[in-house]
């Protein structure tokens, strides 16, 4: 029988421009950890794996739902309890125009089902810069041209208004506001927010708030929601138990749809057509959003106790480092120093894990505005830990860039 030479198979082209610097890290760490090495991990946020646990009602809630036998597909769009759970705490948080409420596995999935059920070929959709990853990665496997505007480092991270209004074209069909800040840790005053809806208004554009870590805020200021400044537009939110929950292992996210009825219905029909192709989120997990949202909320003092100190090492440090500095972050668990350094940031990345085993992300990663070099830590470690992490960041410094 002749032989059959093998070809390559190739994967799809649109994957390309794929990237997540987040995990894409892991090889620098694996080959750190061969040689013998303990990496410290202050590039993912992941509570668990330092000193935060999810609530033990959160946990008994599951508990229960598996011995119910809750172990089978659940409703496409969520159980009913979840759902009503959901749709309370947007009244809660001064949305009164909900018109849809969904449960996904993550808030990852709610943003892929969201953009995929809006976008069409060659529209677009303006996303921060620097942004969450994976915004770019959904909209780079829907071959949808990345469009970014710039958040203003010299004003706290806010949104650049006047780059936004450059941005939009006859083409844009949404924007993406993270609020709070991943990752920043910024958090949009109502000003910002009512400016930014005014843009959307005008030129009839949905906005996704991406408001994942809206109960971790760092300052006394708190957490205004975008769709209840503007109940009038068409808003998607995003929320989850991950981050205020402490539970990102679960995979449960939400999204809710408010504005006009009459103009979001078209559109919650393609969002639930997906939702029906997809079977359903976790089932049993799902009995844990009321049990969040409605039971105690004592964790939340400790957790943002917590990291309010350690955005204040954090600060300490970056302040009194020679070629570093920062925006003081509000909000989630995140910091995005400014290097002044000769190099690119995934150099310096790379290095301070090979030479000091202390893993971060580069700020490149994030679509960084260009001509700039930042990185991101994670500062959810104890204070030691991350005090034993930045001195070893500033004699990586001091030695490298004398």
């Not at 935060?52 to 036998?69: C, G, I, S, W």
């Not at 993406?176 to 843009?199: D, H, K, W």
């Amino acid at each position: 029988m002749p032989s059959i030479q093998t070809r390559e198979i190739n994967a799809a082209h649109r994957l390309e421009n794929v990237r997540y610097a987040i995990r894409d890290l892991a090889a620098v760490a694996e080959q750190v950890t061969r040689q013998g090495h303990t990496v410290l991990p202050l590039n993912v946020g992941d509570p668990n794996i330092f000193d935060f646990q999810t609530p033990p009602h959160l946990v008994e809630a599951v508990y229960k739902a598996m011995r119910d036998n809750k172990n089978g597909y659940a409703p496409s769009a969520g159980v009913t309890e979840a759902l009503d759970a959901i749709r309370d705490e947007a009244e809660r948080q001064g949305i009164r125009s909900v018109q849809d409420v969904f449960v996904t596995s993550g808030v990852s999935e709610a943003v892929d089902i969201c953009l995929t059920a809006l976008l069409n070929p060659g529209e677009q959709i303006l996303t921060p810069s620097p942004d969450y990853p994976l915004y770019s990665a959904v909209l780079s496997r829907l071959g949808i041209p990345i469009t970014t505007y710039d958040l203003n480092e010299h004003d706290a991270w806010q949104p650049d208004l006047i780059d936004i209004q450059r941005k939009i074209t006859s083409r844009t069909r949404a924007i993406v506001l993270i609020n709070p800040n991943n990752p920043t840790g910024a958090v949009c005053s109502r000003r910002m927010l009512e400016q930014l809806a005014e843009f959307a208004r005008r030129h009839n554009l949905v906005v996704f708030a991406d408001e994942i870590y809206n109960k971790l805020i760092l300052d006394d200021h708190g957490h205004i929601s975008l769709a209840a400044v503007a109940p009038d537009l068409p808003v998607v939110t995003f929320g989850g138990l991950s981050k205020n929950y402490v539970a990102p292992g679960w995979r449960i996210g939400w999204a809710s749809v408010s504005g006009d009825r009459a103009a979001v219905k078209p559109y919650i029909e393609g969002i639930h057509r997906l939702l029906r192709a997809r079977l359903c989120a976790n089932h049993p997990e799902q009995y844990a959003i009321k049990a969040a949202l409605e039971g105690p909320q004592d964790h939340l003092k400790e957790v943002c106790d917590k990291l309010r100190a350690r955005r204040d090492l954090t600060m300490q440090w970056a302040n009194s480092t020679p070629h570093v500095s920062c925006v003081s972050p509000r909000g989630a668990f995140y910091a995005f120093p400014r290097l002044e350094i000769p190099e690119a940031d995934d150099v310096f990345v790379k290095e301070l894990c090979l030479q000091k085993h202390v893993l971060v992300v580069h700020g490149s990663g994030f679509g960084q505005k260009p001509g700039t070099r930042h990185f991101r830590i994670v500062f959810l470690p104890d204070e030691q830990t991350l005090a034993k992490a930045y001195r070893s960041i500033s004699e990586f410094i001091a030695l490298r860039y004398a």
